[in-house]
């Protein structure tokens, strides 16, 4: 069965900072990664995906995440908190297949201090 | 560029009581999803509905009934509540499912706050 799992429920960084939030992964196929955030009393939007094309994936605001087979990782990074960042993380991972039943880890919430 | 709207927003239950929590998308996406968070247990996935006329299990089923009423709306039913289905509940929708569903993103509503006491 596939999951993922974020280490560190809270992460916080100063303005500024780098941004580094964990996720592993377990998969017995090749898998397609999700990072997904949720600001307060919203729905979840989609920050970037893996899809196999390439290992270094770019997505919204600034955000990217780097596939790594050989750790089983996909890891969010940013190079520069904004307060505006201040979110909940969740990465997912989707078995693919005839349906698109995301996985999702619990969650990293993080903090920006001014 | 309503997206995905959920009704009601928040909503308190008694034990035993019955609700329907009402999703529409306005997007012509084919498949929808009812999913719910608790606290550090991320989202589930709880019923499925592939494409119009097709609704499947997700990962904990037990408690609630779904109805795909069109290609547009999908409800979520609770016939009798429990305290243990406390929780935030999210719609989401996306294009496609299908051998091709990596590539389409979810959609996701901002969510029904359910409380039963």
């Known amino acids: 069965a596939q999951s993922v799992t974020q280490l560190g429920s809270h992460v916080s960084v100063s303005e500024g900072a780098l941004v580094l939030l964990r996720c592993n992964y377990s998969s017995s196929v090749p898998p397609y990664l999700f990072w997904y955030v949720q600001y307060p009393n919203q729905g979840l939007q989609l920050l970037l995906k893996y899809t196999s094309a390439a290992t270094l994936v770019k997505g919204i605001n600034g955000f990217e995440a780097e596939f790594k087979k050989s750790e089983t990782s996909f890891h969010l990074t940013k190079p520069s908190a904004h307060m505006s960042d201040a979110a909940e993380y969740f990465c997912?991972?989707?078995?693919?297949?005839?349906?698109?039943?995301?996985?999702f880890g619990t969650g990293t919430l993080l903090a920006v201090q001014p | 560029n309503a997206g995905v709207t959920q009704t009601p927003k928040f909503q308190v239950l008694k034990t035993g009581q019955s609700m329907t929590l009402q999703c529409a998308q306005d997007m012509n996406h084919n498949s929808m999803y009812w999913y719910r968070q608790d606290p550090g247990m991320g989202l589930r996935l709880i019923y499925y509905s592939a494409s119009e006329g097709t609704t499947d299990k997700g990962e904990v089923p037990n408690g609630y009934n779904v109805s795909r009423l069109n290609k547009r709306e999908f409800s979520l039913r609770l016939e009798s509540a429990a305290p243990s289905q406390t929780s935030v509940y999210f719609c989401a929708s996306s294009e496609r499912g299908g051998l091709s569903s990596y590539n389409s993103p979810l959609h996701f509503g901002n969510g029904t706050r359910l409380t039963v006491t």
């Open positions: 997912a991972v989707s078995p693919g297949g005839a349906t698109n039943k995301l996985i």
